[in-house]
Protein backbone atom coordinates (compact mmCIF):
# COMPACT_ATOMS: atom_id res chain seq x y z
CA UNK A 1 0.00 0.00 0.00
CA UNK A 2 2.74 2.73 -0.90
CA UNK A 3 2.36 6.56 -1.12
CA UNK A 4 2.34 7.14 -4.74
CA UNK A 5 1.98 11.20 -4.35
CA UNK A 6 5.13 13.21 -3.46
CA UNK A 7 6.17 12.77 0.07
CA UNK A 8 5.39 15.41 2.07
CA UNK A 9 2.72 15.97 4.48
CA UNK A 10 0.99 18.13 7.79
CA UNK A 11 2.15 18.19 10.66
CA UNK A 12 0.23 20.46 13.43
CA UNK A 13 3.72 22.12 15.22
CA UNK A 14 3.41 24.52 18.39
CA UNK A 15 6.58 27.07 18.86
CA UNK A 16 7.62 29.07 21.61
CA UNK A 17 9.29 32.53 20.50
CA UNK A 18 12.03 33.63 22.46
CA UNK A 19 10.29 37.14 22.26
CA UNK A 20 7.66 35.46 24.05
CA UNK A 21 5.39 34.75 20.85
CA UNK A 22 3.47 30.86 20.61
CA UNK A 23 2.98 30.16 17.41
CA UNK A 24 0.94 27.48 16.28
CA UNK A 25 0.82 26.16 12.83
CA UNK A 26 0.80 23.09 9.98
CA UNK A 27 4.05 22.33 8.38
CA UNK A 28 4.74 20.48 5.05
CA UNK A 29 7.19 17.74 6.67
CA UNK A 30 8.91 14.89 4.73
CA UNK A 31 6.89 11.21 4.88
CA UNK A 32 10.07 9.29 6.22
CA UNK A 33 10.69 5.59 4.61
CA UNK A 34 10.07 3.38 7.31
CA UNK A 35 13.22 1.71 8.93
CA UNK A 36 13.47 -2.37 9.13
CA UNK A 37 11.42 -2.41 12.47
CA UNK A 38 9.04 0.01 11.76
CA UNK A 39 5.79 1.01 10.18
CA UNK A 40 4.02 4.59 8.80
CA UNK A 41 0.70 4.55 9.53
CA UNK A 42 -1.46 6.91 8.02
CA UNK A 43 -3.71 8.56 11.02
CA UNK A 44 -6.87 8.90 10.87
CA UNK A 45 -7.83 9.48 14.65
CA UNK A 46 -6.18 10.71 17.46
CA UNK A 47 -7.91 12.79 20.75
CA UNK A 48 -7.14 16.09 22.26
CA UNK A 49 -5.85 14.90 26.05
CA UNK A 50 -5.16 17.51 28.87
CA UNK A 51 -1.51 16.51 28.65
CA UNK A 52 -1.73 17.35 24.69
CA UNK A 53 -2.98 20.89 25.34
CA UNK A 54 -0.27 21.38 27.44
CA UNK A 55 2.12 21.23 24.93
CA UNK A 56 -0.20 22.98 22.16
CA UNK A 57 -0.37 25.72 24.15
CA UNK A 58 2.63 26.13 26.52
CA UNK A 59 2.40 28.79 29.07
CA UNK A 60 0.54 31.27 26.21
CA UNK A 61 -2.65 33.30 27.75
CA UNK A 62 -5.02 32.06 24.77
CA UNK A 63 -7.16 34.82 25.51
CA UNK A 64 -4.76 37.25 23.29
CA UNK A 65 -5.12 34.46 20.41
CA UNK A 66 -5.06 36.06 16.63
CA UNK A 67 -5.71 33.97 13.50
CA UNK A 68 -3.25 34.43 10.50
CA UNK A 69 -2.28 31.98 7.72
CA UNK A 70 -4.92 30.79 5.00
CA UNK A 71 -8.06 28.17 5.23
CA UNK A 72 -5.91 25.31 4.42
CA UNK A 73 -2.23 26.46 6.39
CA UNK A 74 -3.68 28.38 9.01
CA UNK A 75 -1.10 30.17 11.45
CA UNK A 76 -2.17 31.42 15.27
CA UNK A 77 -0.52 33.42 17.95
CA UNK A 78 -0.73 34.49 21.19
CA UNK A 79 1.12 36.10 23.99
CA UNK A 80 2.79 34.15 26.70
CA UNK A 81 3.17 36.18 30.05
CA UNK A 82 6.82 37.29 30.48
CA UNK A 83 6.86 35.75 33.91
CA UNK A 84 5.98 32.42 32.70
CA UNK A 85 8.91 32.07 30.00
CA UNK A 86 11.19 30.82 32.49
CA UNK A 87 8.96 27.68 32.68
CA UNK A 88 9.19 27.32 29.18
CA UNK A 89 13.13 28.05 28.66
CA UNK A 90 13.79 24.16 27.33
CA UNK A 91 11.42 24.90 24.20
CA UNK A 92 12.08 28.21 23.31
CA UNK A 93 12.80 28.46 19.40
CA UNK A 94 12.29 24.82 19.11
CA UNK A 95 9.15 23.85 16.59
CA UNK A 96 7.72 20.42 18.31
CA UNK A 97 5.46 18.63 16.75
CA UNK A 98 2.28 17.69 19.01
CA UNK A 99 -0.20 14.41 19.97
CA UNK A 100 0.48 11.72 22.37
CA UNK A 101 -1.68 9.19 20.63
CA UNK A 102 -3.65 8.33 17.93
CA UNK A 103 -4.42 5.17 15.30
CA UNK A 104 -4.92 4.18 11.99
CA UNK A 105 -3.57 1.94 9.19
CA UNK A 106 -0.52 0.86 8.31
CA UNK A 107 0.35 1.57 4.81
CA UNK A 108 3.82 1.04 4.70
CA UNK A 109 6.04 -1.30 6.74
CA UNK A 110 9.77 -2.17 7.11
CA UNK A 111 11.60 -5.35 5.87
CA UNK A 112 11.41 -7.36 9.37
CA UNK A 113 8.74 -10.01 10.13
CA UNK A 114 7.08 -7.97 13.01
CA UNK A 115 6.80 -4.93 10.58
CA UNK A 116 5.42 -7.10 7.74
CA UNK A 117 2.74 -8.32 10.29
CA UNK A 118 1.37 -5.12 10.48
CA UNK A 119 0.97 -4.30 6.68
CA UNK A 120 -2.84 -3.26 6.06
CA UNK A 121 -3.81 -3.20 9.68
CA UNK A 122 -5.79 -0.90 12.03
CA UNK A 123 -3.07 0.08 15.05
CA UNK A 124 -3.27 2.26 17.32
CA UNK A 125 0.23 3.55 18.61
CA UNK A 126 1.57 6.35 21.24
CA UNK A 127 5.04 8.00 20.74
CA UNK A 128 4.15 11.78 20.24
CA UNK A 129 3.84 13.88 16.75
CA UNK A 130 0.03 12.07 16.05
CA UNK A 131 -1.55 15.16 15.28
CA UNK A 132 -0.05 14.30 11.61
CA UNK A 133 -1.24 12.69 8.39
CA UNK A 134 1.56 9.99 8.77
CA UNK A 135 3.65 8.80 11.20
CA UNK A 136 6.50 6.35 10.94
CA UNK A 137 6.93 4.28 14.62
CA UNK A 138 8.78 1.34 15.54
CA UNK A 139 6.48 -1.79 14.91
CA UNK A 140 6.49 -2.66 18.86
CA UNK A 141 4.79 0.39 19.76
CA UNK A 142 1.98 -0.66 17.93
CA UNK A 143 -1.24 -2.16 19.07
CA UNK A 144 -3.48 -3.70 16.71
CA UNK A 145 -7.02 -3.25 17.02
CA UNK A 146 -9.61 -5.96 17.33
CA UNK A 147 -11.12 -7.33 13.89
CA UNK A 148 -13.72 -4.44 13.02
CA UNK A 149 -12.69 -1.73 15.36
CA UNK A 150 -11.99 1.74 13.55
CA UNK A 151 -9.12 4.06 14.15
CA UNK A 152 -11.46 6.31 16.39
CA UNK A 153 -12.96 3.44 18.79
CA UNK A 154 -8.89 3.16 19.12
CA UNK A 155 -7.86 5.93 18.97
CA UNK A 156 -7.50 6.66 22.81
CA UNK A 157 -5.92 3.03 23.30
CA UNK A 158 -3.23 4.28 25.59
CA UNK A 159 -3.29 7.45 27.84
CA UNK A 160 -6.62 7.36 29.49
CA UNK A 161 -6.96 2.97 29.52
CA UNK A 162 -3.75 2.77 31.06
CA UNK A 163 -3.77 5.20 33.25
CA UNK A 164 -7.27 4.32 34.82
CA UNK A 165 -5.59 0.68 34.83
CA UNK A 166 -2.08 2.24 36.43
CA UNK A 167 -4.55 4.04 39.56
CA UNK A 168 -5.88 0.64 40.17
CA UNK A 169 -2.32 -1.08 39.81
CA UNK A 170 -0.85 1.45 41.86
CA UNK A 171 -3.09 1.16 44.79
CA UNK A 172 -2.67 -2.30 45.01
CA UNK A 173 0.79 -2.25 44.58
CA UNK A 174 1.12 0.99 47.65
CA UNK A 175 -1.03 -1.25 49.78
CA UNK A 176 -4.34 0.25 49.48
CA UNK A 177 -7.91 -0.93 48.98
CA UNK A 178 -9.87 1.69 47.68
CA UNK A 179 -9.94 4.86 45.50
CA UNK A 180 -10.98 8.08 45.54
CA UNK A 181 -11.15 10.04 41.75
CA UNK A 182 -11.79 13.75 40.96
CA UNK A 183 -13.28 14.72 37.31
CA UNK A 184 -14.92 11.27 37.71
CA UNK A 185 -17.47 11.67 34.84
CA UNK A 186 -14.31 12.27 32.25
CA UNK A 187 -14.23 9.68 29.88
CA UNK A 188 -11.51 8.57 32.03
CA UNK A 189 -13.31 8.39 35.33
CA UNK A 190 -16.25 6.49 33.11
CA UNK A 191 -13.20 3.41 32.29
CA UNK A 192 -12.09 4.08 36.04
CA UNK A 193 -15.74 3.47 36.86
CA UNK A 194 -16.31 0.18 35.11
CA UNK A 195 -12.81 -1.42 36.19
CA UNK A 196 -13.61 -0.89 40.03
CA UNK A 197 -17.35 -2.08 39.27
CA UNK A 198 -15.78 -5.59 37.60
CA UNK A 199 -12.56 -6.12 39.63
CA UNK A 200 -14.25 -5.33 43.19
CA UNK A 201 -12.61 -2.34 43.93
CA UNK A 202 -14.29 0.46 46.00
CA UNK A 203 -14.77 3.84 44.36
CA UNK A 204 -15.67 7.51 45.56
CA UNK A 205 -16.37 9.24 42.35
CA UNK A 206 -16.12 13.26 42.98
CA UNK A 207 -17.52 15.35 40.19
CA UNK A 208 -19.16 19.13 39.93
CA UNK A 209 -22.23 18.69 38.42
CA UNK A 210 -25.48 17.23 39.02
CA UNK A 211 -25.89 15.76 35.82
CA UNK A 212 -22.52 14.11 35.99
CA UNK A 213 -22.78 12.52 39.08
CA UNK A 214 -26.29 11.23 37.23
CA UNK A 215 -24.08 9.68 34.37
CA UNK A 216 -22.25 7.96 36.66
CA UNK A 217 -24.99 5.95 38.75
CA UNK A 218 -26.41 5.63 35.13
CA UNK A 219 -23.32 3.29 34.75
CA UNK A 220 -23.66 1.55 38.23
CA UNK A 221 -21.51 3.97 40.58
CA UNK A 222 -21.83 3.20 44.10
CA UNK A 223 -20.32 6.52 45.52
CA UNK A 224 -20.56 9.65 44.00
CA UNK A 225 -19.98 13.26 46.18
CA UNK A 226 -20.76 16.06 43.47
CA UNK A 227 -18.60 19.18 44.98
CA UNK A 228 -20.78 21.98 44.45
CA UNK A 229 -23.17 20.54 47.22
CA UNK A 230 -23.37 21.79 50.18
CA UNK A 231 -22.83 19.20 51.95
CA UNK A 232 -19.91 17.64 49.96
CA UNK A 233 -17.61 17.25 52.87
CA UNK A 234 -19.98 15.56 54.91
CA UNK A 235 -20.91 13.13 51.74
CA UNK A 236 -17.59 12.70 50.83
CA UNK A 237 -16.32 11.78 54.03
CA UNK A 238 -19.24 8.92 54.72
CA UNK A 239 -18.26 7.42 51.47
CA UNK A 240 -14.74 7.15 52.21
CA UNK A 241 -15.69 5.54 55.52
CA UNK A 242 -18.00 3.18 53.65
CA UNK A 243 -15.28 1.88 51.51
CA UNK A 244 -12.30 2.53 52.98
CA UNK A 245 -10.25 4.65 50.48
CA UNK A 246 -7.06 5.73 51.38
CA UNK A 247 -5.49 6.42 48.00
CA UNK A 248 -6.81 9.58 45.69
CA UNK A 249 -5.97 10.75 41.97
CA UNK A 250 -6.72 14.30 41.81
CA UNK A 251 -7.36 15.32 38.21
CA UNK A 252 -7.82 18.94 39.05
CA UNK A 253 -4.47 19.55 40.85
CA UNK A 254 -4.41 23.31 42.06
CA UNK A 255 -7.13 24.36 44.53
CA UNK A 256 -8.24 23.20 47.98
CA UNK A 257 -9.82 19.56 46.71
CA UNK A 258 -6.62 17.50 47.23
CA UNK A 259 -6.26 18.75 50.75
CA UNK A 260 -10.73 18.23 51.60
CA UNK A 261 -9.88 14.14 50.23
CA UNK A 262 -7.11 14.21 53.18
CA UNK A 263 -9.23 15.93 55.74
CA UNK A 264 -12.27 13.52 55.00
CA UNK A 265 -9.79 10.52 54.86
CA UNK A 266 -8.92 11.24 57.86
CA UNK A 267 -12.15 12.23 59.79
CA UNK A 268 -13.09 9.00 58.41
CA UNK A 269 -10.86 6.52 59.95
CA UNK A 270 -11.00 8.86 63.34
CA UNK A 271 -14.25 7.14 63.76
CA UNK A 272 -12.03 4.04 64.33
CA UNK A 273 -9.61 5.35 66.20
CA UNK A 274 -9.46 3.58 70.01
CA UNK A 275 -7.60 6.43 71.60
CA UNK A 276 -6.82 9.99 70.93
CA UNK A 277 -3.71 10.72 69.34
CA UNK A 278 -2.03 14.06 68.74
CA UNK A 279 -0.63 12.84 65.67
CA UNK A 280 -3.97 11.88 63.83
CA UNK A 281 -4.19 8.16 62.37
CA UNK A 282 -1.67 6.31 61.97
CA UNK A 283 -2.66 4.71 58.08
CA UNK A 284 -1.05 6.66 55.70
CA UNK A 285 -3.06 8.47 53.62
CA UNK A 286 -2.16 9.29 49.37
CA UNK A 287 -3.32 11.88 47.27
CA UNK A 288 -1.29 12.03 43.65
CA UNK A 289 -2.17 14.71 41.76
CA UNK A 290 -1.74 13.46 38.13
CA UNK A 291 -3.43 16.26 36.40
CA UNK A 292 -4.21 20.36 35.86
CA UNK A 293 -7.51 20.85 35.62
CA UNK A 294 -7.08 23.72 37.96
CA UNK A 295 -4.42 25.84 37.02
CA UNK A 296 -4.43 27.95 40.67
CA UNK A 297 -2.09 27.06 43.34
CA UNK A 298 -2.88 23.52 45.80
CA UNK A 299 -4.17 25.00 48.80
CA UNK A 300 -4.50 22.92 51.97
CA UNK A 301 -4.99 22.76 55.69
CA UNK A 302 -3.02 20.68 57.34
CA UNK A 303 -5.75 19.00 59.80
CA UNK A 304 -5.51 15.31 58.87
CA UNK A 305 -2.60 14.14 60.74
CA UNK A 306 1.50 13.09 60.27
CA UNK A 307 0.83 10.09 58.06
CA UNK A 308 -0.06 11.80 54.47
CA UNK A 309 1.23 12.09 51.06
CA UNK A 310 0.94 14.21 48.63
CA UNK A 311 2.80 13.98 45.17
CA UNK A 312 2.93 13.62 41.12
CA UNK A 313 2.08 10.62 39.23
CA UNK A 314 2.71 9.83 35.53
CA UNK A 315 1.95 7.08 33.30
CA UNK A 316 4.76 7.04 31.65
CA UNK A 317 6.84 6.91 34.71
CA UNK A 318 4.45 4.26 36.06
CA UNK A 319 4.63 2.20 32.82
CA UNK A 320 8.67 2.28 33.57
CA UNK A 321 8.72 1.38 37.25
CA UNK A 322 6.28 -1.51 36.85
CA UNK A 323 8.90 -3.14 33.31
CA UNK A 324 7.27 -4.44 29.79
CA UNK A 325 5.88 -7.53 30.93
CA UNK A 326 3.34 -5.65 33.31
CA UNK A 327 2.42 -2.99 31.31
CA UNK A 328 1.90 -5.79 28.24
CA UNK A 329 -0.67 -7.19 30.50
CA UNK A 330 -2.66 -4.59 31.11
CA UNK A 331 -2.78 -3.47 27.17
CA UNK A 332 -3.63 -6.37 26.16
CA UNK A 333 -6.64 -5.75 28.39
CA UNK A 334 -7.09 -2.65 26.70
CA UNK A 335 -7.71 -4.66 23.79
CA UNK A 336 -10.03 -6.82 25.02
CA UNK A 337 -12.11 -4.32 26.45
CA UNK A 338 -12.09 -1.85 24.02
CA UNK A 339 -15.51 -1.47 22.90
CA UNK A 340 -16.52 -1.88 26.37
CA UNK A 341 -14.84 -1.13 29.58
CA UNK A 342 -12.52 1.12 27.82
CA UNK A 343 -14.88 2.84 25.02
CA UNK A 344 -14.48 6.54 24.34
CA UNK A 345 -16.74 9.20 23.60
CA UNK A 346 -16.05 12.59 21.64
CA UNK A 347 -18.14 15.27 21.22
CA UNK A 348 -16.67 16.38 17.87
CA UNK A 349 -14.25 15.47 14.89
CA UNK A 350 -11.97 18.21 13.67
CA UNK A 351 -9.33 18.28 11.09
CA UNK A 352 -5.56 19.56 11.43
CA UNK A 353 -7.32 23.09 10.02
CA UNK A 354 -9.88 22.87 12.37
CA UNK A 355 -7.82 22.54 15.78
CA UNK A 356 -6.18 26.25 14.77
CA UNK A 357 -9.81 27.90 14.43
CA UNK A 358 -10.54 30.30 16.93
CA UNK A 359 -13.69 29.60 17.86
CA UNK A 360 -13.00 25.52 18.16
CA UNK A 361 -10.24 26.48 20.29
CA UNK A 362 -12.46 28.18 22.31
CA UNK A 363 -14.41 25.12 23.08
CA UNK A 364 -11.93 22.56 23.41
CA UNK A 365 -9.25 24.60 25.65
CA UNK A 366 -12.50 24.67 28.28
CA UNK A 367 -11.39 20.97 28.74
CA UNK A 368 -15.14 20.63 29.63
CA UNK A 369 -16.04 17.22 31.09
CA UNK A 370 -18.52 15.88 27.51
CA UNK A 371 -16.67 17.82 24.79
CA UNK A 372 -13.49 16.15 24.18
CA UNK A 373 -12.39 16.33 20.49
CA UNK A 374 -11.05 13.92 18.02
CA UNK A 375 -8.68 15.05 15.61
CA UNK A 376 -8.73 13.27 12.03
CA UNK A 377 -5.37 14.65 10.70
CA UNK A 378 -5.96 13.17 7.26
CA UNK A 379 -9.97 14.89 7.68
CA UNK A 380 -10.51 17.17 3.79
CA UNK A 381 -7.46 16.64 2.94
CA UNK A 382 -5.90 14.10 0.11
CA UNK A 383 -3.62 11.59 1.20
Known sequence: MPIESTRAALQLRSLIKRGGELEL????????????????????????????????????DMST?????????????????????????????????????????????GSSAAAQALLGKTVAAIGGAMYSQYRCIPADQCLVLPEGA?????ASSFVNPLTALGMVETMRREGHTALVHTAAASNLGQMLNQICLKDGVGLVNIVRKQEQADLLKAQGAVHVCNAASPTFLQDLTESIAAT????????????????????????????KAGEYSRYGSTTHKQVYLYGGLDTSPTEFTRNFGMAWGMG?????????????HAAGAL?????????????????KEISLAEVLDLDVIAVYNKRATGEKYLINPNKGLAG
Open 25 to 60: SLASVDIPLPGPNEVLVRVEASPLNPSDLGLLFGAA
Open 65 to 109: AKAGGTAGQPVVTARVPEGAMKSMAGRVDVSMPVGNEGAGVVVEA
Open 150 to 154: TPAEG
Open 244 to 271: GATLAFDATGGGKLAGQILSCMEAALSR
Open 312 to 324: GWLLFSFLQKIGP
Open 331 to 347: KQRVVAELKTTFASHYS
